[in-house]
């Protein structure tokens, strides 16, 4: 059987037309290898179409198209009919219904749908990473996150951090703690991506109360004692003195207010660009 050319032209990748033209010669007996597929993505002008047409003339091929921009497919349209192609548009007429149906135009701006991929990637990456360095897990996150929360015990370190990744940031948080050293690389790390959280002493004392309550422990334990708290947080600021990050007290904070807050910082300080 002769080789029947199907040319895929696209001003993305043309990963859509493609599919749709495999899925087409599925339900066919015995042709799959007789279909030679060609891609041509990322069509931009007009000179492009003019090349792809003339190809699908000396091959008598069938061209599919996805093209966004209404002018450039309306030239593909119209050499078409005049060259009488075998052709099928598959976004125009799809994109013609939608809008009367939505009542709006299309923005016509070519592979947005790969952009919301990456982002979507991005973000699956970033709650991985928040997941992987919590709690100051390894200290081999600090170099690679954008943020890094550090904090005593219940100052919301790990909802934060989450909330952020959600935002497509990757977080590490990092305990502080009187009886055990932070790691020295977060005293290496730039400080602008570092943020202290604060809490004032009052609030602490009862969190923790509350946080024992629900174990089913005591509320006199040692942790949730004043002098416990004061211990904490006073090494707390010498090792934020230490760091020279900035600080935010989240003490009458909810978690989202907190990290819109470290978002400002962060973006103020130009460290980073989500």
């Known amino acids: 059987m002769t080789k029947v050319k199907i040319i895929i032209a696209s001003d993305s990748v043309g990963e859509t037309a493609e599919l749709v033209a495999k899925a087409c010669i599925s339900q066919f007996k015995n042709v799959e290898s007789t279909a030679d597929i060609i891609r041509y993505p990322y069509i931009e002008t007009k000179q492009n179409i003019d090349e792809i047409i003339q190809m699908a003339k000396e091959n008598n091929s069938m061209i599919i198209y996805t093209l966004v921009r209404p002018d450039i497919r309306a030239y593909m349209a119209n050499l078409i009919n005049e060259n009488n192609l075998k052709s099928v548009d598959i976004m125009g007429p799809i994109m013609s219904m939608m809008e009367a149906t939505f009542q709006q135009q299309p923005i016509n701006e070519p592979g947005i749908v790969h952009k919301l991929d990456e982002d979507y990637f991005k973000k699956i990456e970033a709650m991985e990473f928040a997941v992987k360095y919590d709690d100051g897990k390894d200290p081999k996150g600090l170099p690679k996150a954008d943020i890094v929360l550090i904090g ?13 990744a959600h935002k497509r940031y990757k977080v590490m948080n990092v305990p502080i703690v009187p009886e055990v050293n932070p790691p020295e690389m977060l005293f290496e790390i730039d400080p602008k991506k570092c943020i202290a959280l604060k809490i004032s002493s009052e609030k602490l004392n009862a ?4 946080r024992l309550k629900q174990l089913g422990l005591s509320d006199s334990a040692r942790y949730a004692t004043d ?21 935010l007290d989240v003490s009458n904070k909810a978690i989202e207010e907190t990290a819109n807050n470290i978002i400002q910082i962060i973006e103020h300080n130009n460290f980073f660009s989500n």
């Open 152 to 164: 005593v015990s219940r100052t919301s370190k790990t909802p934060i951090s989450q909330y952020l």
């Open 207 to 210: 969190i923790r109360k509350e």
């Open 227 to 247: 002098t416990r708290i004061e211990e904490e947080l006073e090494y707390f600021n010498k090792i934020v003195d230490r760091i020279g990050c900035p600080v």
